[in-house]
């Protein structure tokens, strides 16, 4: 039957489990997420551009690995961490409404069509992404005072709100805290497939169960996000782009638009740069993917063990006092006598 767990937990219930899985599953892997965005914002310089070789080999990561090493030398094993604080805030607000929404516009779905089947993949991708979009719009300012976090020199760095408030006050305005909305409504199509994935594998690999086992749950949300990561990889280095500070050839100018930084990119660096950190990409979203899913079922699955037991406990509340009623309705009534 559809809606199994939409009808034994409520929406809050699936989207604190979502929230929970998201905020455990980003910190472990937060530090591929931090080199990951300067892997898709740094640019390659030519040498006879400006700087010296060294300078410019100096300011280069040419891998994950080499990424890893650079912050270490040169702001510690806490450069790893740096801007976790506001990325776990907008993870967690994120994976919240987004769990909520979909988990409510999909029992609204079901039950709207009366469906005995589970709906069909274009259903369930279009209900991905109506929720998406409704995260984002309410979510995104958290996220780009992250990207301008992650992207913070160790002698330049800032607090959350003094982040924020450089942004504000920059030549965007209120608005530079919206930066990259567009490119981020496009990106909904991210977790639509990567949500829309795990539902038509769940059904086709292990088909009419209400919880999975951990490496099961792993395997299918690694999977599925694997395959979205790889789609949207070019909208994902465009919108870093766009949230981050603009690179130095600019000489300070913000990008405007998304087409404006698929034109740059590409321009200044070719087609293959926008899928620059592709690795680090699907090693972090295999990563968050997999945990989430598999601490989300877990929580969902004790969810489902509460509310059983709050009900238990309300069932026998109600026969107890249906019980009571019915001997004080005996006391007092009056006696027949044959």
Known sequence: MPGQKEELIPPWGLALAGATGALAANTVVYPLDIVKTRLQVQVRRKENESGTAQELQDHHYESTLHAIRKIIEDEGVGGLYYGIASSLVGVVSTNFAYFYWYSTVRSLYIKSRDLIETPGTVAELSLGAAA????????????????????????????????GREIIYGE??????????????????????????????????????????????????????ALATIVTQPLIVAKVRLQSKPPPEREGRPFKSFNEVLAYTIKHEGVWSLFKGLGAQLMKGLLVQGLLMMTKERVETLFILLFAYVRKLRKDKLLKLADATAQRAKNVAPVLVK
């Open 132 to 163: 998406g979009a409704l995260a984002q719009i309410f979510t995104i300012p958290i996220s780009v005072v992250t990207t301008r976090q992650q992207m913070q020199n160790k002698a330049d760095r800032k607090g959350i709100v003094p982040t």
């Open 172 to 225: 965007d305005g209120m608005s530079g805290l919206w930066k990259g909305l567009k490119a981020s409504l496009v990106l909904v199509v991210n977790p639509s497939i990567t949500y829309g994935a795990y539902q038509r594998l769940k059904d086709l690999f292990f088909p009419n169960r209400t919880s999975l086992r951990p490496w099961e749950a792993f395997f299918l949300g690694a999977a599925s996000k």
